[in-house]
C-alpha cells in the first residue's frame, strides 16, 4: 500500500513538472519577437515594349550646288568661310549671290532654289517635317531683294515650299516659278503647276474686302505693291517672260539616287511606281520586290541589280492586271507568293 501511494505521488509529481516547464517555455517564446519573413513579390506583368518609329528621310539638309566668287553665307552674323559645292545650310542662314553667277541650293529632295545676281535670301525654315504627318516637310525663304528661280517635284502630303517678300508671300506644292522682288513689288511667274499669292495682313486694311489669295497657273503672272491690295486676277505672260520661265525648266531637280542620309547602303532601280513590299530570300543574298507598276522584280542585293531569275519571273507572273501588294519567298526559295489588291 505504502509502495502504490510512493507511485501516485511520482507520477503527479512528473506531470506537474512536465507541465511546469512547458509553461515556463511557453513564456520565454512569447518574449521573443518572431522572425521576420520577406515579403513575396507578385510576378511581373509581362508588358510589350512600344514600336520604335524609325524616320529615314532621304534628304534631309539643303546644300550649296553652285557658289560664284563674291557670294557670301552669313551665319549668326558672320560670313562663312570655306562655303564650296556641298556646304549645308541651317535655319537663319543669308544667302548673298554676289554680283556675278548664279547661287544653286538643293533644297532636300523636294527641289532646286537658284538666286540670280544681287539677291538676298533668308532661310526661315528647313525641311520641317510635321508630327502628325511625315509626308509633309515644310520650306519657308525670305527674298528682301533680287530674283529667286524655283522647280520642285510634286510635294506630298500637306508640304509647302514658302517664299515670303516684303510685298506678298508666295505658296507652292510642286510647280516651276521666278519671283523678283524689292521693298515696294513683287512679282510672280509662273511656268507650270499653280502658285498660290497671299497678302500680309497687316499691309492690309481691314475695312477692305480685296481679296486675301490668289492663285496664279502655268504662263501666267501677277504683280502684287506692297501699299495696295492683291490684284484682281493674274495676267498671262509676255513673249520676252516665257524665255525668262525657260530658264526655270533647265534646272535640274535633285537626283533621289543620291541620298545623303547615314544608313543609306545601295539602291535598286527598275520599278516605275510606288514598292508596296519586300522578302529576302533566307541566305539574304536576294530580294523580291512588289510594286504598284504591276511588276514583281528579283534582285542581288550584293551588286543591287536584277538578278539572272527576273526574266523567268516576268516570264512566270507576267503583268498583274492588279497591283500586287506582298510578296513572301518559301525557305527552300523555290516558291514565291504574290497577294495582289485592287
Not at 161 to 185: E, M, S, Y
Not at 251 to 276: A, K, Q, Y
Request: one cysteine or more; charged letters at 20%; aromatic letters at 4%.
Amino acid at each position: 500500500m505504502t509502495t502504490l501511494r510512493i507511485a501516485i505521488r511520482v507520477t503527479i509529481g512528473g506531470i506537474l513538472l512536465v507541465a511546469l516547464l512547458l509553461a515556463l517555455s511557453g513564456d520565454l517564446s512569447a518574449g521573443k519577437k518572431p522572425p521576420p519573413q520577406k515579403p513575396i513579390k507578385a510576378p511581373a506583368a509581362k508588358t510589350t515594349p512600344a514600336p520604335r518609329l524609325i524616320k529615314l528621310p532621304p534628304y534631309r539638309s539643303a546644300t550649296i550646288v553652285s557658289f560664284p566668287a563674291g557670294a557670301r553665307v552669313v551665319r549668326q552674323g558672320k560670313s562663312l568661310p570655306g562655303v564650296k559645292q556641298g556646304t549645308r545650310l541651317q535655319v537663319g542662314d543669308m544667302l548673298l549671290s554676289g554680283p556675278r553667277g548664279y547661287l544653286d541650293v538643293r533644297v532636300g529632295g523636294q527641289g532646286t532654289l537658284r538666286l540670280k545676281p544681287n539677291t538676298k535670301v533668308g532661310i526661315t525654315t528647313l525641311l520641317r517635317q510635321s508630327k502628325r504627318d511625315p509626308n509633309t516637310i515644310d520650306n519657308r525663304f525670305r527674298l528682301d531683294v533680287g530674283t529667286a528661280l524655283v522647280k520642285l517635284r510634286s510635294l506630298k502630303g500637306q508640304s509647302r515650299f514658302i517664299l515670303d517678300t516684303p510685298a506678298a508671300t508666295t505658296a507652292a506644292r510642286g510647280t516651276a516659278f521666278i519671283v523678283r522682288a524689292n521693298a515696294q513689288r513683287a512679282t510672280l511667274l509662273v511656268d507650270s503647276g499653280v502658285v498660290s499669292v497671299l497678302k500680309p495682313l497687316m499691309q492690309v486694311s481691314l475695312k477692305t474686302e480685296a481679296r486675301q489669295e490668289l492663285d496664279v497657273g502655268p504662263q501666267q503672272k501677277a504683280t502684287v505693291e506692297r501699299a495696295q491690295p492683291l490684284p484682281a486676277a493674274p495676267q498671262p505672260v509676255t513673249g520676252q517672260e516665257r524665255q525668262q520661265l525657260a530658264e526655270v525648266r533647265q534646272l535640274p531637280l535633285p537626283s533621289i539616287t543620291m541620298p545623303d542620309f547615314v544608313g543609306w547602303i545601295r539602291s535598286f532601280e527598275g520599278h516605275t511606281s510606288n514598292v508596296t513590299k519586300i522578302a529576302f530570300t533566307p541566305d539574304g543574298s536576294r530580294t523580291l520586290s512588289a510594286s504598284y507598276d504591276g511588276t514583281v522584280r528579283l534582285w542581288d542585293v550584293e551588286s543591287g541589280g536584277k538578278s539572272a531569275a527576273t526574266r523567268a519571273m516576268k516570264a512566270e507572273f507576267a503583268v498583274w492586271p492588279s497591283r500586287p501588294m506582298a510578296v513572301v519567298h518559301s525557305p527552300a526559295v523555290t516558291t514565291r507568293r504574290c497577294g495582289c489588291g485592287m
